[in-house]
């Protein structure tokens, strides 16, 4: 499965890493670039408020440092406003890169 292809909940053609699927879907990406001599580095972070209500689960509001949305029209795209993080969410964005670190080792990303 293409890795860009996998339905995403935070924003659009994001890849991701935090399910055992995408985890498989990027080995083979891995692979081809280790054995070109490559080192591969997997980049984790949170989009915050760089996403619309459309692609978060169940349409809710899109979550991040601020109440404040991305400009209008960037990128052709109408951003929906987000809320700020509540301070009893945090851990679970903390729990999401913890999910997320592993995964890339198990992928077999170099870092």
């Not at 053609?13 to 580095?41: C, M, R, S, Y």
């Not at 109440?67 to 729990?95: A, F, H």
């Amino acid at each position: 499965m293409d890795v860009l292809s996998v339905p995403l909940l935070k924003y659009p053609n994001t890849p991701g890493i935090w399910t055992k699927e995408l985890v498989e879907a990027w080995k083979p990406i891995v692979d081809a670039v280790h054995q070109k001599g490559g080192i591969f580095f997997c980049q984790l972070r949170h989009v915050g408020r760089v996403s619309t209500f459309g692609f978060q689960p169940n349409g809710k509001a899109l979550i991040s440092s601020t109440n404040k949305g991305v400009t209008p029209g960037l990128d052709g795209q109408d951003w929906s406003s987000p809320r700020p993080l509540r301070t009893e969410e945090i851990p679970q964005i903390g729990n999401d890169f913890r999910l997320a670190a592993p995964n890339a080792i198990e992928a077999g990303f170099d870092g």
